[in-house]
């Protein structure tokens, strides 16, 4: 491929649609990649035809709107827009801060799930977020050029790039509009994003706990899966129309485009695409870059998260306030930790570094074997790899000063709620365990990139931690000064390797996720792990059941049940689904849609071994985990109903009267002769 087709898929988007339809389509591992909007029309539509897409590309995103403009961004999560009336879907885990936040002792919402019969009775919730794509322009040139005029300094060029992004951001601002500027590709490219950005969100509809997290930290990041991963809320405006702060006057917005809810689903074989916001995948790193990941960063992660964890929960055990209070803290920390786990599993399992070097070797000779290449890419390589040394020289450092901070954060939680704490049940942590954990990373810090204010604090022998983090304060300004030095650097190198390695792949590239609108393909696939085992692709009621103990993470609610008395062909509705498709996080809640656009599913996971997904892709592995349509609406039918809320998405009110449909088909992957534990708890 020659650099000028390179560049044109880069246009200015109005210039796209044109240019796209010359260039040969993408030739990446198959479900490989999280396109965006603008790529799509690059993508294969003669294959993805061919395997059930019934749409087209400018169906899906004409630039302007399309299939997409039903997928939103809430608060860092994914969801979409299944009603005229603003209602949106997305995994429990995503609306769990809301629903924790609006539940008490003696109204738990997280406990027993929730149902508003009413737009009055959905509860406000502050902080929550929803927004949607209307536009892009390309913002490239202006980037580079604020770059180029603040002259030879990297920091300086950096710190010239962020004020022109919120300069670029400010004058594109209008009240039914606001814009992001962000990097593609370490800052090859820049876009600006237009969306409509919608603060009035209000709680609708959850599941209990023991639903939208069945399984807990014990199945998390793991198949087989039987999470009813899902909660709904609502975007109001005001009476106007026009986005707007909580107001008891504001009105259900009316979206540009909700999605279709299937009543059928996805089976095994089949299409289904992912729409969403995935958060941030690393895959053009070097091989330095990642080992020191794997050989510091998740170890040291793990270690400190764990500990937090342990302290949290112990904190939680006291009293049904405490654990209300930290529900939120202790479920994200420990899904963090877990990744981390997964990471240090992944990363080696795949021998990322091992193949990276690899590559790197093949990369400088082909680069090197050629005058007109050796010129314009011949130290690029060795540039990326002399930042990414620099910083893992002082990953350690950055570590400790980080993370102080964060635990500083939480002793002083813990020291408001202990004087919150009036009747003195809550929270009493004499040790402070996760600042032992920090210190002692401080202590075995290597001779030349020692802590100094903190060998002098350790000598002093104070003990005092105010003054350790008041002595530090010059080691946070020389951090800060490094990295806006790394980061000018690395707009400069980051984006020549990234034009580098698509030249020396012959291939166009999907860029790294950065929390913006992406599309995944996909096939609901079996998965082996290890040898000698295969997964089915899908779950049921039948495996959640057999799974429950009456305690802990596996303790279904009598409601399913006596669902499933009253009605034991249930026991074969799906529950969860495996695709193969390309996700991370931030694609939790993500829409999964069949080939006509239709939901059938909410991707909220992928599969332990996928992890590390994020440092490489690897097609053995990548599988994303989905809830089920099916048992979202079998839930919202028989179990916990909510006739009018599927009326409002356009769904049958009760299981048997679908369209016609014999629901309860007996589907690929149900193992039929699981044991089920007779008549509840
Ligand atoms: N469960 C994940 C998350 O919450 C989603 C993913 O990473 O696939 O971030």
Redesign the pocket.
């Known amino acids: 491929m020659n650099s000028t087709s390179r560049f044109t898929s880069w246009l200015p988007v109005t210039a796209v649609a044109a240019v796209a339809l010359a260039v040969a389509p993408f030739s990446v591992h198959a479900d490989e990649g999280q396109w965006l909007p603008e790529q799509l029309q690059g993508l294969d539509f003669t294959a993805l035809k061919e395997r059930g897409l019934e749409l087209t590309a400018e169906q899906i995103w004409d630039g302007e709107q399309g299939l997409l403009s039903a997928a939103v961004n809430l608060n860092g999560c994914s969801a979409s827009f299944v009603s005229e009336d603003g209602l949106v879907v997305t995994n429990h885990?995503c609306g769990f801060g809301a629903i924790n936040r609006a539940s008490t002792v003696e109204q738990n919402y997280l406990r027993d799930g929730f149902v508003a019969g009413s737009f009055e009775q959905e509860i406000p919730s502050p902080g929550m977020s929803v927004s949607y794509v209307t536009g892009y322009d390309d913002v490239t040139a202006e980037i580079h050029e604020a770059a180029e005029a603040a002259g030879e300094d990297p920091a300086a060029r950096y710190n010239a790039v962020q004020q022109k992004r919120r300069e670029l951001e400010r004058e594109a601002n209008s009240e039914f509009s606001e814009a992001r500027v962000v990097p593609y590709f370490e800052g090859r490219i820049w876009r600006r994003i237009h969306r409509v950005v919608l603060r009035d969100v209000r709680l609708v509809y959850a599941p209990p706990r023991m639903v939208g997290e069945y399984g807990g930290e014990t199945d998390n990041?793991m198949w087989p899966r039987h999470t009813g991963d899902f909660s709904f809320f609502r975007a109001y405006v005001s009476p106007e129309g026009k986005p707007a702060g909580y107001s008891e006057e504001n009105v259900p917005y009316q979206p540009p485009r909700h999605l279709e809810v299937s009543e059928e689903g996805a089976d095994a074989g089949e299409f289904v695409m992912i729409m969403g916001y995935p958060g941030r995948t690393q895959r053009y790193l070097s091989s330095t870059a990642v080992a020191v990941r794997q050989e510091f960063f998740y170890p040291a992660r793990l270690e400190l998260y764990a500990t937090m964890i342990a302290e949290l929960q112990e904190a939680a055990a006291v009293s049904e306030e405490n654990a209300l209070r930290l529900a939120s803290t202790i479920k994200s920390l420990s899904?963090v930790e877990k990744n981390a786990r997964g990471m240090i599993f992944g990363l080696a399992r795949n021998r990322v570094v091992e193949k990276k070097e690899r590559e790197e070797a093949e990369f400088q000779a082909w680069v090197d074997a050629d005058d007109a290449r050796h010129a314009k890419y011949g130290d690029v390589l060795a540039r990326l790899l002399e930042l990414d040394e620099a910083e893992a020289a002082r990953m350690g450092k950055d570590f400790v000063l980080d993370n102080l901070r964060r635990a500083r954060t939480l002793s002083q939680a813990r020291r408001m709620m202990n004087d919150e704490d009036a009747d003195g049940s809550g929270l009493i942590l004499e040790a402070d365990p996760a600042r032992d954990v920090l210190l002692r990373i401080a202590d075995e810090l290597p001779e030349d990139g020692r802590l100094e204010p903190y060998d002098a604090w350790v000598a002093s022998g104070d003990g005092d931690l105010v003054k350790l983090v008041r002595a530090l304060q010059p080691e946070y300004l020389a951090q800060r000064q490094f990295r806006d030095r790394q980061n000018g650097l690395r707009q400069e190198v980051g984006a020549l390797w990234i034009e580098a390695q698509e030249a020396w792949r012959g291939q166009r590239f999907y860029p790294d996720a950065n929390s913006t609108l992406r599309v995944s393909t996909a096939t609901v696939k079996e998965y082996s792990p290890r040898d000698g085992v295969l997964y089915t692709p899908l779950t049921t009621v039948r495996g959640m059941l057999s799974k429950h103990t009456g305690e802990g993470e596996f303790d279904a609610p009598d409601e399913i049940f006596d669902a499933v008395a009253a009605d034991p062909s249930a026991l074969d509705i799906p529950v969860c689904f495996l695709a193969d498709g390309d996700?991370?996080?931030?694609?939790?809640g993500s829409p999964v849609v069949d080939g006509q656009g239709r939901l059938v599913g909410l991707n909220?996971?992928?599969v332990f071994e996928n992890v590390a997904g994020d440092f490489g892709w690897n097609a053995d592995r990548s599988r994303?985990i989905s809830v089920d349509i099916r048992y979202v609406l079998w839930l919202m039918r028989e179990v916990w109903p909510a006739p009018h809320l599927l009326e409002e998405m356009g769904v049958a009110t009760r299981r048997t009267a679908a369209a016609g449909q014999p629901v309860m088909r007996v589907r690929a992957g149900v193992a039929p002769g699981e044991e089920v534990p007779a008549g509840g708890k």
């Open positions: 885990h990041w899904n996700t991370t996080g931030g694609n939790s909220f996971d992928r994303n």
